[in-house]
Every structure is written in C-alpha cells, then in structure tokens.
C-alpha cells in the first residue's frame, strides 16, 4: 500500500503503537455506534408498532350504576377515523397484570378497569382532545391513553443515551487526533535530519507531508479494520446471548435484540475508513504546521 | 544571480556572525569561499540555500529579494540551487542511487529520466558498482561523492559546496574540481568554500574571502601576483 518513503517512518518505534491504539478507538467507537443505532431501530419500531393504536380505560363497574360501556364504544364507533373499537374481555385484561400479580388471583376478585382496544386511521387520525371531551362527557371517569407519553419518555432517554454515545465518539475520535500528533511531531523530531534535506533540495511542504500522510493512512486503515473485526465479533457474540436470554419467552430478554439494517452495517463499516482520513489529515496539517516554522 | 546588500545575520540572540556582507556574484561566475575555521563560511553559505534568514540587509537570488518571495515559490528558487554540505547529510536508509535521484524525484521526474541520469552521474563519478550501496558502507571519499552527485544532479543554476574535497584524495578532488569547472562553462554559477590554499591557487578563480564575518573580495591571481 505504502509507497517508497523517502523518511524511514516506518522504523520508529512510536508508529507501532499507533494501529493497535486506533483499533481500540475504533473498536470503542464502533460499540458506541452500534448500540445508538440499535435503540434508534428499535425506537422506530416501537413507534410504527403504537402508530394508530390507543386504548380507552374505563372504571370498573359498580352495582347500581349504569354501565358506561355501550355509550363509550357507540361514541368511539361513530367517530370518523376510528376503524375499530373492542373492548378487551375480563380474561384478556386479567392476563395482562399476570406478570406482576399472578394467578392466584381470578378476574373477580380485582377491581380491574375495563379496557377498549381502539385502532385509527393514521392517515386520517381523529382529534384527540376532542374526543377525550366527549368520551368524558358519555362515559365519566373514561381516559384515553395515546401512549403519546410513555413513547415521549421513553424517546427522551433515547436520545440522551444517542448523545452521550457521540459525546464518547467524539472523545474517541479527539483522543486519535491527538494520538496522531504526539505521533508525527515525534516522526518529525526524530527524522528532523532528512526532513531538512528534503526542505533544503526544494521538495514542497505538501512532498514532506504526504509522506507522513501516507503512513497515517495506513496505519489508522490497518488500525481500523482490525477494530472493526473486533467490534463484529462483539455484536455478534452480543446477539448470540440476547438469544440466548430470550429462550425463556420472547418478551424476556436481558440483553436488547440485536437489529441492524444494512445502512447501519454500512456505517459500521466506514469506521476504519473515517478513521484513517483523520489520521491522515491530522499527520498533514501537524506536518505543514511544523514546516511553515522553517525558512 | 546571487546578489547581498548589508547583510547581517545571527543566531538566534546570539552575536553576530556575518556582518555588513555586500557582494554581487554574476550569473556564470566561480568564487572560492576561504577564510580562517569560524569566519562564517557555512553561515554565508546557508544564507545562500536559504537554510537560514538574515537578521538584517537585502539578499536577492536569481533576480528575486527573498525577502518577498511568497513562501510557496521558495522550493522552485531551491531547486535551481544545488548544495554539497560539509557533513554530506545523506539520508542513511536510502541506497546511493536513492540519495542521488532525491531532487528528481522532488522536481517530479519520470522514473525512467531519474534511472538513466543517475545511473550515468554515479558511473562518472566512480561509483557505479555502489548504486545499491547504503551511506554507512561507503568510505568518507565515496560518500562524499554521492553528496556531489546529488548537488549537481538536478543541472543547478547556482551550485554551492562546503570543503566538497575534504575527504577525497588529491587526484578525485582534480577531478571533481573539473567537473565543477564544466558546469560553470555550461553557465552554473559557483560558489566553493575550501581550505585547500592548493585548488585555490591552481584553479585561479575569484576568491570571498571571510574574517570575523566579514568579506573582502579579491582575484586569487591578484593575491599570487601580490
């Protein structure tokens, strides 16, 4: 790859650390984007999946009151956007508190609220507040969940672990900027002598700096690919034990799953690359920096 | 060609080394550079590959005040100067071959010119069973050679050496001399620093001379007629 070095770069002693400090880098900075893109992806699908979807909680039924169920799904039935609306039956809801309260338990005996599932026309959705007036008005104490909050929470975390994920790539990517520096101001002191001559037969700034670019190029490239065979093997062994947690039932896993789309391998797969740019321009503009101090 | 107004020059905070140097080498010219060891010689010649700046004073090369030269162009008025250093500075991983063919292929020669024209400058020069020979297996003689090689390669316009026969014996520093007496008939303009009192006044050319960074400037003929 290198082509003929007119500065022994590859003989010091300094350069050979450099590729196994880059893969770490990139290895650390390719977990961190990794994970980002997992929770976008499955952010998304959690949001497509809850697009159109709503549920209307009603009180439970009390002796000696009417029931307001039947006005509550004649409402929700006659409003426009609405495609359909059915109310959960008592076994159903009875097994969505199973988890946490177990079956020892039967429907009877717990004051549980009646739910309605209710689905809506994305491209035509009803207005909401709206329809919460109403309801309030057909059936008191009705509420209509959207799931608008627990999403909103629930994207608000996201987004802080998406932000604290590039602050650590950014980190990442100025600790390799000055891993470069401290590197090729140590290749110019050391081959001061050549560099010199080099200078002093004519050879332009950007002649001198390409060698050094050269080299930093590809050390970050080999660096890189390495840390990206290293990230691989990461993911891969990640999803095999959030397989491995969800043996116990699909909704069980200790580990998130693991759900790239192609784009995101793709960007995976330019870390080395963007990696050894960086290398590449921060050994340039070290290099003409220093050369512009000489006469 | 090389043209020093009131030149001064220091280094760093330090004294003076070359003070008030005015002179005018036409283009063409062969000046021998002598003086006592600490005259200035190297710094003289320094200023003249622009390894270093003047502190004060006008220095104007090839017609240009280097002064005002945007920094960009200062590798094009480097190239048309080749330099042999006192301490040869080859670069020590490189073959002699290598070292040599360095200012083509900074200049941006094809491959095929720099093979032919380096292969052919080492032949002359005695060296051509060490192309391939790295600096640190060739003799002081030879190596100062290969120095020699690589100032005169790129056909400079102006070809400065410092004690360029230092290490040679007597009959290769003849024949260097003529080689650089070749170049000046081929319109190389030369400036050569040397304690050889001997060359001096055998090849009779016009003398710098330096005393305490100072220049007096006089016919080495004149000085032998004297």
């Known amino acids: ?295 | 060609m090389v043209r020093f107004e009131n030149v001064g020059m220091r280094y760093g905070a330090g004294p003076e080394v070359l003070r008030d140097i005015t002179m005018d080498l036409p283009a063409g010219s062969f000046h021998f550079l002598t003086g006592p060891s600490g005259a200035g010689k190297t710094s003289l010649l320094k200023l003249m590959y622009l390894a270093e700046r003047p502190s004060r004073g006008l220095i104007s090369l090839f017609g240009r005040d280097i002064a005002t030269t945007p920094r960009r162009e200062l590798p094009a008025v480097r190239r048309k100067i080749g330099v042999v250093f006192q301490d040869f500075r080859l670069i020590e991983h490189l073959s002699a071959f290598d070292n040599v063919a360095l200012p083509l292929r900074v200049a941006g020669l094809a491959e095929d010119q720099i093979r032919e024209h380096v292969s052919e400058l080492l032949r002359w020069v005695g060296l051509a069973d060490k192309l391939n020979a790295r600096p640190a297996t060739l003799s002081g003689g030879q190596q100062q050679r290969v120095a020699i090689a690589r100032a005169v390669i790129g056909r400079p316009s102006l070809l400065l050496a410092d004690e360029p026969t230092g290490n040679v014996d007597d009959e290769m520093a003849l024949r260097l001399l003529r080689l650089f007496e070749e170049m000046n008939k081929l319109g190389t303009t030369l400036v050569i620093a040397t304690h050889n009192e001997g060359l001096v006044t055998r090849f009779g050319h016009a003398r710098l001379h330096l005393e305490h960074g100072e220049l007096t400037q006089e016919r080495a003929r004149e000085r032998q007629a004297g």
Do not use: C
Not at chain 1, 81 to 93: D, F
Not at chain 1, 127 to 150: E, K, M, Y
């Open chain 1, 1 to 295: 790859m290198l082509r003929r070095l007119d500065i022994p770069l590859n003989r010091d002693s300094s350069v050979r650390f450099l590729p196994w400090i880059i893969a770490l880098m990139v290895y650390l900075a390719g977990l961190a984007l990794a994970g980002t893109l997992v929770l976008q992806g499955a952010l998304q699908r959690w949001d497509r999946s809850l697009a159109g979807t709503l549920t209307v909680q009603l009180p439970p039924a009390e002796s000696g009151k009417p029931d307001a169920m039947p006005a509550a799904l004649e409402l929700l039935r006659r409003t426009p956007g609405v495609t359909s609306a059915e109310p959960l039956s008592r076994e159903a809801t009875a097994r969505l508190v199973e988890p946490w309260l177990g079956t020892a338990l039967t429907p009877d005996e717990l004051a549980l609220p009646r739910l309605i599932d209710l689905r809506i026309d994305p491209t035509a959705s009803p207005d909401l507040a709206a329809l919460r007036a109403r309801l309030a008005a057909a059936a008191p104490g009705a509420v209509l969940d959207d799931h608008r909050i627990w999403l909103d929470r629930l994207a608000g975390l996201v987004l802080s672990i998406e932000v604290t994920a590039l602050t650590i790539v950014l980190l990442i990517a100025g600790a390799a900027v000055l891993t470069v520096v401290f590197t090729t101001r140590a290749g110019l002191a050391v081959h001061h002598a050549v560099v010199e001559v080099l200078h002093l037969i004519g050879a332009r700034d950007g002649y001198i700096a390409g060698q050094f670019q050269r080299q930093a190029l590809d050390l970050g490239l080999r660096g890189g690919i390495v840390g990206l065979a290293l990230t691989l093997l990461t993911l891969i062994a990640i999803g095999r034990a959030g397989a491995a947690t969800a043996l116990f039932g699909e909704h069980v896993r200790l580990l998130p799953a693991l759900e790239l789309a192609p784009w995101h391998w793709l960007m995976l797969a330019l870390l080395p690359l963007a990696a050894a740019l960086i290398a590449m321009l921060t050994a340039r503009i070290t290099v003409l920096r220093a050369l512009q101090r000489m006469p």
